[in-house]
């Protein structure tokens, strides 16, 4: 059972919009479409629900097509960027819209609406009008008027897009609460790698209305299959490099930024390659700390396991920038000779390490972090941001 | 304090246009004295008139708000290939000169006409010289109005909020009664109220049509003609004063959204 896309394609006035979408969302599971403005995220979610019905291909949920049945029949909620309340009603009202709609009994309405209500700690917001309401409420709200039709499929669009931090992060929970609550099935688009990563049990990156690469987050992240893909789930060093040796399966020497890395993410046939590694996987090497075959810090658990396995080590780097991050985390830029890497650290790494503006530091990264994407001899060097 | 030439160049502009468009009010008010004015607007004759007036205007503009609200429904949200033609035509009396509006009229519903001649030889209706065809020349005259209002009203609406609608398990009747309706209803009242006021002032397709009967300005066009001044004056000065209290509400409910 499964809520599944066959060959979806879209065209508005002779524009192809969306292009052989096809996918399979297991039911109850949430699949993040992620993507810059203007991929064909937000047409997709509409040819989901029926709002546009000239689309090709099958729509398909638990063994039904949907292609043809109204947006009424499909028992679909949708989320929308804007929250799309509508303005002239209470949020009680506006909760209230679907279910008038059916012509539910009062008394089932009376239910759905406190139940919801309480679920969604909107309880005392019901009698406000939307302009009454923060952004934040306003979502809420949003989500209340889709969940009380108990839909089986919910569309998100964006629904954090115009929040402050704060109340991403309180939304963001609930939402994933609420969804596995009902094991609903979700589409949610985003174009945030972070809520990617925190909502999707895959995501599917899409680019002018094709899909890119769909996987669970774990393999977007680290094995992107396209430098599209790598920038746009922030692996922020996308470095030009050169295989100088093939060794078994998928394993490789890269020469890159003036080292030698051992890459086991590497099944391009090509020498010229990209080289991608996301400033996460990096951990700077503590020379106060008791000698090891290899001593390394990582504040990132994955890496710093893999650090003790099969680690490559960078040297020659002096730290040039150190940028405050959100939480309690940095970004540190190191140079050498030109090549420029970013890498993360918490703010506690940086005072047990000394870590200044000027100081040369080695660093580690695991070679399964370190990921080959093939490159034409005359690509243009990708500098970080 | 230097005024620049632009400045002086629009105070000028001003003033003569000031004195241009208040010059006919001016007179109006100049010609009309309060005595003979009243007893001319308290005789019968031109109080059936007044009665005629508003009523067929009335019978109008609720056949133009119902038709143009649907039109405009229709061009907002049912745009298909031939669309843009078909909304040029239904606007084309907007810019039509009303004697010709009226001489169509006459072409399509006289006792020969078009659609007059079957009326007329199978039910023996008569629409021409009726009331009928007043309220038919000014529907024709003022839907477009309407239309255009009602277009403009729809297109305000966001879209995620007929999609939302939609979505929620509206059908397309209910997302317009309960959405599309009341986000509309400032711009909606407006045109109608625009509408009416057209359609009080309409003439010359009226007059077309009208026979004997007479509405307020073709009771003026007589009367001036006629060298009655009185009943002209005061007939006038009551549709200034209806027109301006009109735009006075239009501006009133603007402001209010």
């Known amino acids: ?385 | 304090m230097k005024v620049s030439r632009f400045s002086a160049l629009v105070t000028v502009i001003v003033l003569v246009a000031g004195l241009f468009f208040g010059s006919p009010f001016v007179a109006l008010l100049k010609s009309f004295t309060v005595a003979d004015g009243f007893s001319a607007l308290l005789n019968y004759q031109v109080l059936a008139v007044v009665g005629t007036s508003l009523l067929t205007a009335l019978a109008a503009t609720g056949l133009a708000a119902v038709v143009g609200t649907v039109l405009g429904y229709y061009f907002t949200f049912h745009k298909q290939t031939g669309s843009r033609w078909l909304k040029t035509f239904f606007s084309l009396p907007l810019v039509l000169p009303p004697s010709a509006a009226g001489y169509m009229l006459l072409l399509a519903f006289g006792r020969y006409g078009l659609i007059g001649a079957p009326l007329y030889h199978t039910f023996s209706v008569q629409i021409m010289f009726t009331l009928t065809a007043l309220v038919l020349a000014q529907f024709f005259v003022v839907m477009p109005l309407m239309m255009q209002a009602a277009s403009s009203a729809f297109q305000q609406v966001p879209g995620s909020l007929v999609k939302a609608s939609h979505s929620l398990g509206a059908d397309e009747y209910t997302t317009f009664i309960k959405v599309l309706l009341p986000l509309s209803r400032p711009v909606l009242v407006a045109g109608v109220i625009t509408a009416f006021a057209r359609a009080l002032g309409e003439f010359g397709a009226t007059m077309m049509v009208a026979g004997r009967l007479k509405t307020i300005p073709i009771m003026i066009y007589v009367k001036a003609m006629g060298g009655d001044a009185g009943v002209a004056d005061g007939l006038s000065l009551l549709l200034v004063l209806l027109s301006f209290m009109i735009l006075l509400l239009v501006n009133f409910i603007g402001e209010k959204r």
């Open chain 1, 1 to 385: 059972m499964a809520l599944i896309l066959e060959n979806v394609s879209l065209a508005i006035e002779r524009n192809l919009i969306l292009e052989q979408i096809s996918f399979e969302v297991p039911i109850g599971q949430v699949l993040v479409i992620l993507g810059n403005s203007g991929a064909g995220k937000s047409k997709l979610l509409e040819v989901v629900a029926g709002l546009i019905g000239n689309q090709s291909g099958k729509i398909i949920f638990g063994g039904e097509d949907l292609s043809q049945l109204t947006p009424q029949a499909r028992k679909i909620g949708f989320v929308f960027q804007d929250y799309a309340l509508f303005p002239h009603m209470t949020a009680a009202e506006n909760i209230l819209f679907g279910l008038k709609s059916r012509q539910a009994p009062t008394t089932e309405q009376k239910r759905w609406l406190k139940l919801v209500a309480a679920e969604l700690k909107i309880d005392h917001l019901l009698s406000r009008f939307p302009a009454e309401l923060s952004g934040g409420q306003q979502q809420r709200v949003a989500l209340a008027r889709c969940m009380v039709l108990r839909p089986e499929i919910l569309l998100l669009d964006e629904p954090l897009s115009a929040l402050d931090a704060a109340s991403r992060e309180r939304l963001v929970m609930l939402m994933k609460k609420i969804q596995k609550k009902y094991r609903v099935t979700m589409l949610y688009v985003t174009h945030d790698h972070n809520e990617a990563r925190f909502m999707g049990d895959q995501i599917m990156v899409v680019d002018q209305g094709r899909v890119i690469q769909t996987g669970p987050p774990e393999e977007i992240f680290a094995r992107p299959v396209s430098r599209f893909v790598a920038h746009f789930t922030a692996t922020r060093n996308i470095l030009p490099g050169r295989i100088q040796e093939h060794l078994e399966a998928g394993q490789a020497l890269v020469e890159v930024a003036g080292s030698l890395l051992l890459s086991t993410s590497c099944q391009v046939a090509s020498q010229d390659v990209w080289v991608c590694i996301r400033p996460e996987h990096f951990s700077f090497v503590d020379e106060t700390a008791p000698a090891s075959p290899i001593s390394s810090i990582s504040d990132d658990p994955v890496a710093a396991e893999s650090a003790q396995t099969t680690d490559n080590i960078i040297s020659g780097y002096r730290i040039s920038q150190i940028l405050p991050q959100s939480g309690a985390t940095v970004l540190i830029e190191l140079m050498n000779r030109g090549a420029r890497l970013l890498v993360f650290a918490s703010n506690r790494r940086v005072v047990e390490q000394n870590l200044n503006v000027g100081s040369q530091v080695e660093i580690l990264v695991a070679a399964e972090h370190v990921h080959c994407l093939p490159r034409q001899p005359d690509d243009i060097y990708c500098r970080p941001e």
